[in-house]
């Protein structure tokens, strides 16, 4: 079976299994875990900031990292499909008692815009404020497209006092398309999280990263969420591997995917648009091809592809180091029958 419905399906290494095995470990909740702290400073290194705190989901990183810029009852802007709006299943709201309000744009862009015309000043005890705008870079649900204004937004957040947080899950992915550093989008926010356990192929994990203050707030919540760890050394262990090895292997993930999107385009013309996709993520249109994504989805697994669905009318197909280039052409060419 070709798993193609997420970068998260990723099974450990041999080498990283090995990495695992001998890290050394300790309690992490008394900060004596000489692995996690390794892997905390790293992250932080790499992204500009002054440290980092490891956590099990990204989803508990974004919310750390929003709940630490957004006191209760302000707001935080952000892109209607975002993940911290549609996937992290209200957390913001539930649990930190943080409201949103998004602007719209095609493959999740921002639209500077619609930005300033949201962006609520403080007007007193009348009207909510303004705390925060959160930036996902790369959009999964905009199929993995690299924000294009990213740089003038952050100028634009740093005119007016206005802290960004970044939602960097798949940052490398990022930086790999364009030849940028990962410091070099992550030090523009204030609070920024990235992913171990997506491209980079760890089995699971976030780092989520900013200033000292942040991080010591950051911790003291994470604990009070129930999510502190023990000797989680052995996990942290298997995403230093991945920093230092599986980076520059994206590229190679961003080929496979275009490879697809050109296999599909040919077999649907206009379901995919090849020159849309940046990264590792393919958003196929079914509208208009007479298919439903149930039943593509059903079809594909039947012939050992597995790919999920993102919308109505929308799969999504995401390339990684666990599926090969014969892997995915096997993949695409299935799909393309199906499909065309």
Known sequence: MID????TVTRPSAEMLAAMTSAPVGDD????????????????????????LFTVTGSLANMLGVRALVPPGGEVLCEASAHIVRAELGSHAAVSGVT?????????????????????????????????????????????????????????LDARGLPLHLDGARLWNAAVATGR?????ARRAAAASVCLSKGLGAPVGSVLV???????????WRKRLGAGWRQAGVLAAAGLYAVEHNVERLAEDHANAQMIASVLADAAPGS????????NIVVVDLAGTGHTVPSIVAGARDAGVLVGGVGATQLRIVTHLDASADDCRTAAEKLARLIG
């Open 210 to 220: 900013g200033s000292a203050d942040l991080i010591r707030e950051a911790r003291v």
């Open 272 to 279: 995919v648009k090849p020159d849309q996709v940046d990264t």
């Open 4 to 7: 193609l419905r997420s970068d």
């Open 181 to 185: 550093t990962v410091e070099s989008f």
């Open 100 to 156: 949103t309000r998004t602007w719209s744009a095609p493959a999740g862009q921002i639209d500077l815009d619609q930005i300033r015309a949201l962006i609520a000043p403080d007007l007193g005890p009348y009207f909510v404020v303004t705390s925060a705008v959160s930036v996902e870079n790369t959009h999964n649900f905009g199929g993995g497209s690299i924000q294009h204004a990213y740089d003038e937004l952050a100028d634009e």
């Open 29 to 52: 909740v008394y900060g004596e875990d000489p692995t996690i702290n390794r892997l905390e400073e790293t992250v932080a290194g790499l992204l500009g900031h002054e440290a980092g």
